[in-house]
Nanobody, 117 residues
């Protein structure tokens, strides 16, 4: 079992920035796709960004050019830098680690991001 612990959420004004962090309890990054998902009230959980390794990233259209996913394999940590935040980015953000071999799928507890003036 692996624990994923997110941090960095909070309240920010429109146009502001936040950086989310997700620390894994052990080293799984070499065999995992690390992702960030979000779920707004009354909506389904959606993929925000994921990384399969250095230089291998993908983003939801709604966040392209504003959000950046990065990972520090030595620290077992994945980050989500969020710039130019909009009220529609308000959601509970979850970290996910999915095995490339299909044998595990771990979720963090979520961190709240609220964008409001």
């Amino acid at each position: 079992q692996v624990q994923l612990v997110e941090s960095g959420g909070g309240l920010v004004e429109p146009g502001g920035s936040l950086r989310l962090s997700c620390a894994a309890s052990r080293n799984i990054f070499s065999t995992a796709t690390m992702g960030w998902y979000r779920q707004a009230p009354g909506k389904q959980r959606e993929l925000v960004a994921h990384s399969s390794g250095p230089g291998s990233t993908a983003y939801a259209n709604s966040v392209k050019g504003r959000f950046t996913i990065s990972r520090d394999d030595a620290k077992n940590t994945v980050y989500l830098q969020m710039n130019s935040l909009k009220p529609e980015d308000t959601a509970l953000y979850y970290c996910n680690a999915k095995s490339v071999f299909g044998n595990y799928d771990y979720w963090g507890q979520g961190t709240q991001v609220t964008v409001s003036s």
